[in-house]
């Protein structure tokens, strides 16, 4: 297996070194399958976000830029702007080779297979 994976790899918007870094939040859910990372991530599109696999790291990472609409000056901002990035180590039990990474309206979603070894069988019981 390679040792980075890229899941989806875009030229990401350049932001200056003092921007401020934002943690996402997630929520995280497992069912029998797979598990599920959904991260909030206000002003990224597919253009300006990346997830990547490396070491059984997994690492979102993305960058927003506030609109600024052409004749106004902004007197006010309360949404950040700048730089999303988090990490998380992925257990023995995924395939990394399957992960797959969507974007839609800022909410970026990450499916992690289970390896087909580790998920729940039924076993057939005979009388």
Do not use: H
Request: aromatic fraction near 4%; include cysteine.
């Amino acid at each position: 297996m390679n040792d980075q994976k890229t899941i989806q790899k875009n030229d990401p918007v350049q932001t200056p070194e003092n921007e401020p870094v934002f943690v996402p939040r997630v929520d995280i859910r497992e069912d029998a399958e797979k598990f599920t990372v959904v991260a909030d991530m206000p002003g990224v599109d597919e253009k300006s976000v990346e997830a990547t696999v490396q070491n059984r790291v997994l690492t979102l990472e993305g960058w927003s830029r506030p609109a600024r609409p052409e004749g106004c000056e902004t007197l006010g901002q309360e949404f950040g702007c700048g730089r999303y990035r988090r990490d998380f180590t992925l257990p023995d039990a995924v395939d990394p080779d399957r992960i797959q990474a969507r974007v839609k309206n800022g909410v970026l979603s990450v499916s992690i297979p289970k390896k087909e070894e580790v998920k729940p069988r039924k076993i057939q019981i005979t009388g």
